[in-house]
């Protein structure tokens, strides 16, 4: 256990954390200077070793839902400070801060697993949860909470939501409607466009990730591309929320449009940049 503490208080090592000081570059200080205090807090962590790793895993995961925590808190602050809605800062900033630990755990996955599943697997898992245990757990949790609700916590819930009181004079767990569908159909559209690819580069080179240096750095370019879509054309939706079904519908195609076009821009300057070095080599 002591052993993880010598290795996070290392800017480089091997697996023996044989590490020189010596062998870091002006890069590996700077990150490690850093990432100095995760490390060591995750250092904590008691090693796979002991209990059969049940309790590095449980208590690998409390600490990773402390740091996602903190980080979410930290960009929604961002993100008010900026002077932005809190339904951009949402799909910006928070998402970008809760996400980092499912990105890094895709990455520890491609790199070390001979195949691509648990890298993919990590998000498809994530969102899941997300989703299923992250919506319906409060969900659960209010419709317990209503059932039980004081008289007195019924008569603010009617105060605080007049128009819909009449309409549920019980009480309820009430969430209000905003640019969900929109947002909904654009992820679902990038979605598969990125499913597609998948299954394409499994056919085409027998590998979901990596491969051939050509064909790996061009769906790199695709995938972010296809993020600065679904951020672009949700948070317009946001600023503007009274949009018609025809101009949401122009601005999807609109978005899809330019993913492509900024494909072909970024393929022929990554071409260019390859024959470069191979002239410069040569």
């Not at 697996?15 to 060591?40: C, R, Y």
């Not at 995750?42 to 839902?65: E, Q």
């Not at 009449?166 to 466009?193: C, N």
């Not at 492509?260 to 990554?270: A, E, F, H, Q, R």
Request: with cysteine; aromatic share 12%.
């Amino acid at each position: 256990w002591m052993e993880q503490f010598k290795w996070a208080l290392r800017p480089v090592g091997d697996e023996d954390g044989d590490g020189e000081m010596d062998e870091a570059t002006a890069s590996d200080w700077a990150i490690h200077f850093v990432a100095l205090p995760w490390k060591v807090f995750f250092a904590a962590i008691p090693p796979p070793s002991y209990c059969g790793g049940k309790l590095c895993f449980g208590i690998a995961l409390v600490f990773i839902g402390c740091v996602t925590a903190i980080i979410g808190d930290l960009a929604s602050l961002m993100g008010c400070c900026m002077g932005l809605p809190d339904a951009i800062t949402a799909i910006t900033f928070v998402a970008l801060g809760t996400s980092l630990p499912d990105t890094f755990a895709s990455k520890v996955a491609a790199v070390e697993d001979f195949t691509a599943d648990n890298a993919i697997g990590n998000v498809t898992g994530s969102n899941s949860v997300n989703v299923f245990l992250g919506l319906g757990l409060p969900w659960m949790i209010a419709s317990i909470y209503w059932v039980v609700a004081p008289e007195s916590t019924l008569k603010e819930w009617k105060l605080k939501y007049p128009d819909i009181a009449p309409k549920y004079p019980d009480g309820g767990f009430i969430v209000v409607a905003g640019d969900l569908v929109f947002s909904v159909i654009v992820f679902t559209t990038v979605s598969l466009l990125a499913l597609g690819t998948i299954g394409y580069r499994r056919k085409a080179f027998e590998a979901e990730l990596g491969g051939p240096s050509g064909p790996k750095s061009v769906t790199t370019i695709f995938f972010v591309l296809l993020w600065i879509m679904y951020v672009a054309c949700a948070s317009w939706k946001i600023l503007n929320s009274d949009a018609s079904v025809g101009v949401q519908v122009a601005v999807l195609v609109i978005g899809l449009a330019g993913v492509l076009v900024m494909m072909i821009i970024l393929s022929l300057l990554l071409s260019g940049l390859n024959y470069w070095r191979r002239s410069r080599d040569q």
